[in-house]
């Protein structure tokens, strides 16, 4: 099925040897497109996309090597095939030094044809796949993960790009959920080293009995187990990064060995006797404030200012909610491949005036929650968490007695008025509507309006 979609140009001036090739090629699933003459051939080149190009030397108009030097011109990955039918193998030499992938002599074996041919082929699909592979890669950890269009996640974007060149260690600070992976996933994979390892090790996951051996490795017949030699994480992350995520937790006979490996470059395994050179970026993250921790003692001060040559600290979702439209559509896209997931009205406004403390993680969750529990054309107050319900009804409510002239009857009427005006929206303006809904007289509730003084507002 594969080769069906390849797509070969057979440019020769020779009747005979363009209808065999092309009827080979027709029969082994291939589409194949002929051309007369190398002007011909450079025409349908640029007109169409082809996996390769199998090209004749000698041809009026523009002979082979002309046709190979334009192709390459146009497109420096282009696979071409040469063919010559002279014992002289200059041209052809001359052909390969051009940057043709290999030539034929005429006469040849069709047997010897298709195994050149196939060899070509692998090799552009090999190299298409690894392309497609790359975009892949450099689309997920690319700023566009990071999303957010507010003033804070500008100054965050520009940060990162700046710091993304640089070889500098990295210290990720910011709340829980607010995507620190993220963004050392960004700083890596678009910066010097983006064709290096990203290695993520979180520093609480790991007991603190392994930790040495996991971060550094190990020789055999180190500690009992140690059956053989195995490379820990820092040698997994030569030539890349190692993300250390949740520096805060490291303990501190670690932070000791920790610090000598950044300012030495080289570590030793456990058990071992040699020092291995240490060529890797740093980047940590923690959701503690590691100054602090350093004034109780708790953390080494030199490692943190090891660390700690670029901060970066992310927001909290609390202090970007104009991003949360743009998160909700993100993650509903990311769970279903719709595009848009609205939110309108009060579901929306709760939403604005949500704390979430639990960031852009407990967002996901919502959003997560509301496509498995049936709600994919719109959010509704239902879906919400009871967490979140419950939030919306305390700032509805929210009483403040220090200001010194809190008014228990005005208080009172600004709620009725909220629910008078809720409820003659929810009925289109239609006061015995809205009388049924609140579960009163049409004379109630026009007495109401007009001791609230809203008996003009309909």
Not at 232 to 260: C, H, W, Y
Not at 338 to 361: C, F, M, S, T
Request: proline share 3%; with cysteine; net charge negative.
């Amino acid at each position: 099925m594969a080769k069906q979609q390849q797509q070969i140009l057979i440019v020769d001036d020779e009747d005979s040897m363009r209808e065999m090739l092309g009827i080979m090629l027709h029969r082994d699933g291939f589409s194949v497109v002929q051309a007369a003459d190398g002007r011909e051939g450079l025409a349908l080149f640029r007109q169409g996309e082809f996996d390769l190009v199998i090209s004749d030397i000698q041809m009026p108009h523009k002979n082979g090597i002309e046709l190979l030097r334009e192709i390459r011109a146009d497109d420096p990955e282009a696979l071409v095939i040469m063919m010559t039918a002279f014992s002289t193998t200059e041209e052809a030499v001359e052909a390969m030094k051009l940057g043709a992938y290999d030539y034929i002599t005429k006469p040849f074996k069709t047997d010897e044809v298709r195994l050149i041919i196939a060899k070509a082929l692998e090799k552009s699909t090999l190299k298409r796949e690894n392309l497609a592979l790359k975009a892949v890669i450099d689309k997920r950890y690319s700023f566009s993960n990071l999303v957010g269009k507010s003033p804070a996640m500008q100054k965050l974007y520009a940060l990162i790009e700046r710091v993304a060149n640089s070889q500098a260690n990295v210290l990720i600070g910011g709340e829980s959920g607010t995507g620190k992976e993220l963004v050392a996933k960004a700083v890596h994979f678009n910066g010097p080293r983006k064709a290096g390892p990203f290695v993520p090790v979180n520093c609480g996951a790991i007991p603190e009995n392994l930790l040495e051996s996991e971060l550094f490795g190990h020789e055999k017949g180190a500690f009992t187990g140690a059956e053989r030699k195995k490379a820990g994480l820092f040698e997994s992350a030569n030539s890349g990064t190692l993300f250390l995520d949740e520096i805060g937790e490291l303990p501190q006979s670690m932070q000791v060995k920790l610090l000598r490996v950044l300012q030495e470059r080289e570590f030793r395994r456990v058990g071992g006797t040699r020092n291995h050179p240490l060529d890797i970026r740093l980047v940590a993250a923690t959701n503690k404030d590691l100054a602090e921790q350093v004034a109780q003692g708790s953390f080494r001060e030199d490692l943190y200012y090891r660390l700690n040559v670029i901060q970066v600290v992310l927001p909290p979702l609390r202090e970007r909610r104009e991003d949360i439209p743009l998160l909700l559509d993100y993650f509903y896209q990311k769970q279903t491949g719709e595009k848009h997931l609205p939110a309108r009205g009060e579901v929306l406004q709760a939403l604005l005036e949500y704390d979430w403390p639990g960031n852009i993680r407990e967002l996901e969750n919502l959003v997560e929650r509301c496509v498995v529990l049936g709600w994919e054309d719109e959010i509704t107050l239902d879906c919400l968490p009871i967490s979140l319900q419950k939030a919306k009804l305390s700032t509805e409510f929210q009483v403040d007695f220090h200001d010194g002239e809190f008014s228990l009857d005005t208080y009172l009427a600004n709620i009725e008025k909220r629910v008078i005006l809720k409820a003659l929206e929810e009925s289109g303006g239609v006061r015995t509507k809205a009388a049924d809904i609140l579960g009163i007289s049409f004379r109630s509730i026009r007495y109401r309006l007009e001791k609230l003084g809203m008996d003009d507002e309909g």
